[in-house]
């Protein structure tokens, strides 16, 4: 008979985290599954429905005392939990603690109480920075944050934290994940010439739910894991489409919204290594602005495109770059762009 295997995964109120258990459902008689997640209104009822199947175990991963609940005899660890931006970056101090010191209490219970476990963990193309003039990544390029990216800094730590571990590891970069994304701020800091590659949360969770029964070949080794040449184009043709989908009309921003530099994303040039022994993509940019329109309420998308210069003022309004220009911030004019213009 074949030996369940007991799976924990961390940060499941997430959209990755929900596809996660998901798909790991399928399997249910071959597994036994520990979710862990903070406790709020949120995740109570996000995880609700998976009680009769999973065990649901609420905590705080800063708390030793709550991660240590967690970490007794498992196989196999899917280590989501993170702060992500914009919160991440304007909560550094957080973000260390959630994202660094978090993992490495994980990391030092697991070790105690789980010798044998193996660590799939999330992390971020955001750890290569700015790649608009050089967009081809690989695994063996230099690690270089953008300024004020808090977020990547406190992933490449963890990462550190996981490799000098006693414990079997695996280490995930992923790419753009997209799918139940909602529109902010954030969306200004990223140049639209930027080469963006995209990973659904669906294949992202199938590579991660695959990677339990190929521990052998990912052990202790980096990847870089994007959605692959289906799912390439630019941010500025990205975002048009999504604007077109969603009845936002033309992407017809003031020319100084969108910074210049300083984000990241880029085309992963090795892409292909894990697919190749994952086979997990199925998507590419038509699959995903498919899904995308099917989301939509039909009066939704009619009242958006009503009211869609209000809504692209509202979003505009939130441009931090513009922001910088109006207010003439030589320093943050310095960050966003590359040109030291100061007038609009």
Known sequence: MRKRKKILVTGVSGTIGKEVLNQLLQNIDFLEITAFDKKSPKTEKILS????????????ITNQNDINKICH???????????????ADEKPDLAHQINTVGTEKLIRSLEKHSTGAFVIYSSSVS???DRVQNPYITIHD?????????????KIKAENIIRKSKLDWTIFRLSAIMGGHKMSKLMFHQPLKTSLEITTYEDTARALV???EKQEQLSKKTFNLGGGE?????????????????GLGKLNFHPKAFADKNFHCGFYEDGEVLDTILHFRRDNLDSYFEKEKQKIFGPTRVLTFLFKGIIKKYLE??????????KNDKELIQHFFNSNQTKI
């Not at 429905?49 to 705080?60: A, L, R």
């Not at 230099?142 to 406190?154: F, G, H, I, K, Q």
């Not at 289906?230 to 969603?246: A, G, H, P, Q, W």
């Not at 309004?317 to 109006?326: M, N």
Request: proline share 7%.
């Open 142 to 154: 230099e690690l270089n944050p953008s300024p004020r990216d808090e977020y990547a800094v406190t």
């Open 210 to 212: 695959h990677s339990i």
């Open 230 to 246: 289906r799912c390439r184009t630019t941010y500025k043709e990205f975002l048009s489409r999504s604007f077109t989908v969603f």
């Open 73 to 87: 005899n498992k196989d196999v660890v899917i280590h989501l939990a993170a702060l992500i931006p914009p919160i």
């Open 49 to 60: 429905k998976y009680k009769k199947q999973v065990t649901v175990i609420y905590g705080d």
């Open 317 to 326: 309004k939130q441009s931090e770059p513009l922001h910088a220009f109006i």
């Open 127 to 129: 750890v290569y920075g």
